[in-house]
């Protein structure tokens, strides 16, 4: 058995582990934006004039395309996962009112199932319970996809669930 001396505290006490991906990542877009921002503003009026045109075209043609995609696409409810979201519900009841979160649970009319919390900040600390963070686990391993993110000085947390076959 290993015991912790003093200097193997030290040791420990040294171990750091640093990885700036986001701060990179935001450095790398800045650069971007205002290399962009730098080809426009030398660009002349009518040539931005263009370049905004041809933007907005791509973008009307983006949303016409997916809108016919979506025009001829027809989904039919799986039941078992319509239940499944159900219980899902209820864990997400459980957990928004154990960590004082505002919960909002619907379907849309793609059938997808949305499980949103709205709070200013999430602690699971030694007081938590198991079962609370199971129930925190099990929405995020079984949603189809999961979105965390800070807006307007709260922290949301999405949960998005296929209904359909």
């Given at each position: 058995?290993?015991?912790l001396?003093?200097?193997?505290?030290?040791?420990?006490?040294?171990?750091?582990?640093?990885?700036n991906?986001f701060t990179?990542?935001q450095r790398?877009?800045?650069?971007?934006?205002?290399?962009?921002?730098?080809?426009?503003?030398a660009?002349?009026?009518?040539?931005?004039?263009?370049?905004?045109?041809?933007?907005?075209q791509?973008?009307?043609?983006?949303c016409?395309q997916?809108?016919?995609?979506?025009?001829?696409?027809?989904?039919?409810v799986d039941?078992?996962?319509?239940e499944?979201?159900?219980?899902?519900?209820?864990y997400?009841?459980s957990?928004?009112?154990?960590?004082?979160?505002d919960?909002?649970?619907?379907?849309?009319?793609?059938?997808?199932g949305?499980?949103k919390?709205?709070?200013?900040?999430?602690?699971?600390d030694?007081?938590t319970?198991?079962?609370?963070?199971v129930?925190?686990i099990?929405l995020i391993?079984?949603?189809?996809?999961?979105?965390?993110?800070?807006?307007d000085?709260?922290?949301?947390?999405?949960?998005y669930?296929?209904?359909y076959?």
């Amino acid at each position: 058995m290993n015991m912790l001396t003093g200097k193997n505290i030290k040791e420990v006490r040294a171990m750091e582990i640093r990885r700036n991906y986001f701060t990179e990542e935001q450095r790398a877009l800045k650069l971007q934006e205002e290399e962009a921002k730098e080809e426009y503003a030398a660009m002349a009026e009518g040539e931005q004039a263009e370049a905004e045109r041809l933007m907005k075209q791509r973008w009307e043609a983006i949303c016409a395309q997916f809108a016919e995609e979506h025009k001829h696409t027809r989904r039919i409810v799986d039941k078992q996962k319509l239940e499944f979201f159900k219980e899902m519900c209820e864990y997400a009841s459980s957990w928004a009112e154990a960590v004082t979160a505002d919960l909002y649970a619907c379907v849309t009319e793609q059938l997808c199932g949305q499980i949103k919390f709205v709070t200013d900040m999430i602690i699971l600390d030694g007081e938590t319970s198991i079962k609370l963070r199971v129930y925190l686990i099990k929405l995020i391993q079984t949603a189809d996809e999961v979105s965390f993110y800070n807006t307007d000085n709260v922290y949301v947390m999405d949960f998005y669930y296929k209904l359909y076959k």
